[in-house]
Structure formats: C-alpha cells, structure tokens
C-alpha cells in the first residue's frame, strides 16, 4: 500500500469522526461558547431587551464598583460559601468514613445517602420552606416540644442564610460523601495494616496514614463545593426570593434581578462576567496552593 493511498483512508477515517461528533459539537458550541460571547458583549452595552443595545463601554463595570446592592449581595454569597463549604466538606467526610465499612445494609445506607442529591433543589427549596415555617414547621414544634425557644427561621435576617446552608448540606453533602467514600476504598490496605503493626490506634492510622491520601480528593471537593455555593440561585429563587431584607440576595440572585426584572441585560451580564473571574482565581488559587503542597487533584 502506498503512502498515498493510507494518507487517503486516514483522512476518510478523521472525516467520518468528525461528522459523526459534528452534531453534538455544534450543540455545545450553540448552547455554550456563544451565549458566552453575546454575554460579553452585552456587558459593554446598554439595552433593556426591546429597544436598540447601546455602547456604554466599561461603564456597567465601573458601576458595579459603587453600587451598595452589589456588594451587600457579595457580603451574603461570601458568608454562604463560608458556612457551606467547610460543613459539606467535613459533613462529608464523617459520613463516608461511616460508611466505609462492612456491615448489615450497608449498600442500603449509600443509596439512602445518596438520594437527596438527586432530588431537584426546588423540590429541596420547597420542602425545607415548611420545615422551617416559624408557625408550624417541623422544626420549631421539636423545639416547642423540646422546651426550647422558637426561632424565625427564613424569616429572621440573622437566621436566614444559615438556614439556607444546612437547607444545601442536605442534598450536597452526599456528593462529598460519594467522592470520599471512593477515595477511602482506594486507600492501600497494606498502609493501614503496617500501621497496626506498628501500635498505631484508629485515629493515628486515619490521622497520619488515610488523611495524607484524601488530599487531592479534599481539593477537588472544596474547589466543587466552593464554585457551587458562588454560584447559588435555586435555594435562595424556591424559598426567600432574596429576603428577608435582602439578606439572602447571593450575587447569582441579584444578576438575575437586574437582568430579567429590571431588564438591564448589559449590567447583569457585567455582573455575570465579574462572577466569572472571581471563581476563575479562586479556582486557580486553591490549585496552586495545593500544587505547592504536593495535593495535586487537577
């Protein structure tokens, strides 16, 4: 066979790969990268939807600098990530060490544990809106039954986003779970058996033999978690809307009113773009530090 004639079927063979993954490729560039462009151009417009888009320039971002809104909602995503993150990530991690043993049911317990990541955060929102109902949720008749004080719950700003976190570690602290309990199966067994034979109690052999190989897994898992909860909307759209006060409105939320209630769409997608970039370093910033310390999950 000649160099011609195989240059002629590898050719063949490259073209029908790429007509067959040609569809979907088309669908991701339709639903991805160009939305993505469209929305960077609007951030550098002025245009409510209806009448002709309008070149402000930076101008949507230099206004994002001094409007209160915007910075009150970074101050309410910030304390989210900073309650949900380290409970999923900890809430994770008790459970899969739980779980990572061999008893009656256990692949029982897994699934019940995964299930309510599956469950749709509306449904979740929903759900959580009448456990935490001030009048008569579940939650507060324990505490009347208890002899505790009842609490305002979603009603009360200083208790809102609190609420909201544990509302998001019920569903999303089974991923974490998922994703630890694969790595502590994965944990070499002759480790832990030259730990015992070394004196070593269970907490010394988690401690100083099984902790060291879920560093990369706890970068992966804070990284996920934390681009999750800067990127929160369901929760807050399905129960608080926002309130009490404002005191609920994440960056996603106040994107979404600026957009598609006050039908800026050229200073909501200057808020999405900033969103972007604070994530992208974030991102790049945990990875780094991990790198350094020799926890590489990426």
Known sequence: ???????RRRARSSLTGWLFVAPATIIVLGLSIFPAGWALLLSFQKWDGFSEAKFVGPDNYARLTTDGDFFEAVLHTGLYTALF??????????????????????????????VPFVASAAATGILSTYLFNPQFGLVNNV???IGLPQQQWLEDPGQAM???????????AAFTTVIYLAALQDVPGELLEAARLDGANRWQSFWNVVWPQLGPVTVFTTIWQTIGSIQLFDLVYTSTRGGPLDATKTIVYFMYEEAFKALRFGYGSAVAYV???????????????????GMQAF
């Open 162 to 172: 609190l609420v909201i976190a544990i509302m998001s570690l019920w569903g999303e």
């Open 275 to 293: 969103l972007f970039a604070v994530t992208l370093l974030i991102t790049l910033g945990v990875v780094l530090y991990a790198r350094r310390r």
């Open 143 to 145: 505490l009347r039954v």
């Open 85 to 114: 993150v380290p409970m999923s990530v900890l809430a994770g991690l008790f459970l899969a060490v739980a779980l990572n043993r061999r008893i009656r049911f256990i692949g029982f317990y897994r699934t019940a544990i995964f």
């Open 1 to 7: 066979m000649t160099m011609t004639s195989r240059g």
